[in-house]
């Protein structure tokens, strides 16, 4: 399986300050990011100083761009730019669906071709959700050849104005239902593809108990890792997307039981009832804690 990405930390391309300390951080991976935090007069010069931290960049994250919407003028140059550097990933603002994957992929594989690199090593991270009509093309997702798909995320922000809401959010603060539906599509859709789920991010940042709330609940509904807007945001990610020591002691357990007694579809683990969907569940639960280890 590919390295789990708990936190993905999106960095605006364009910010000498931010992209200063960006490596050190202890993200997962960076976004650096090309498209909305990047204003239109800026785009040149956030292109040059994402490749230049691409060249000169000694960290432990995996560094991807998120670059500008397939049918914008910048695209292009955004690939002819950044392919060539060999970034872990490509993240994909607002695909109209699977279709748009596929054709980020051939781009990729003609600059990877072109410039002597692997083929194929290039990942893609859709921002699964942000149209109508993407929404309504995510089960398309899973009937799709991706190889690329390394996982799939959501955003409420772009969807909202494009089905023209005036809010995304209740009057709780919480997401109202049609936001609430399409992050569950898209987490049912990433387990369908077997790629990894990454919830979307969390505004408020200096609300850390806010993020850790949301970012726990997350992990325990099955996303992977969740996306980050402030370097605050990282540990608290990394933290509530790793298994817990209880978790991993329990899921050995289980592992255990089942392997002392071969023949057995069911057993006792602590006096509860512990079947195969459990015993698959304790699998995933290490499988998960070991890519997320050093
Ligand atoms: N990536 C890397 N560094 C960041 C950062 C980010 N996203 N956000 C803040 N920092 C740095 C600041 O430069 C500052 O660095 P310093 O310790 O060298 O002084 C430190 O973290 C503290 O920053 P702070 O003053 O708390 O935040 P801010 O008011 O400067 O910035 C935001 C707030 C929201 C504007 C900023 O966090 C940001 O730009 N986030 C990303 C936005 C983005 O990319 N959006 C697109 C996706 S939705
Ligand atoms: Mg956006």
Redesign the pocket.
Known sequence: MSKVLRSL????AD?E??????GM?GADA??I?L???VLPARKDVGRAMCADFLKTNNTNSQIWV?INPLDTAYLEDDLETIIPLNPAGIMLPKPDGPVDIETLGLKIEKLERQHGLPAGKIKILPVATETARAVMSLSLYPRTYLPRLLGMTW?A?DLATDVGALTNKDKNGDFSFTYQMVRSQTLLAAKTAGVQAIDT?Y?N??DKDGLRKRAKAAFAEGFTGM??????QVEIINQCFTPTEAQVRHAQAVIKAFADDPSAGVVAVNGKMTDIPHLKQAQNILALFESTQP
């Not at 930390?9 to 605006?12: C, E, N, R, S, T």
């Not at 300050?17 to 960006?22: G, Q, S």
């Not at 996306?227 to 605050?232: M, Y």
């Open positions: 930390l999106f960095v605006p910010s300050k931010k992209l200063a300390k960006a951080r960076l976004l990011d498209e909305d935090s998120r955003g922000e991010l505004d940042f200096r996306l980050a807007i402030h370097p605050a």
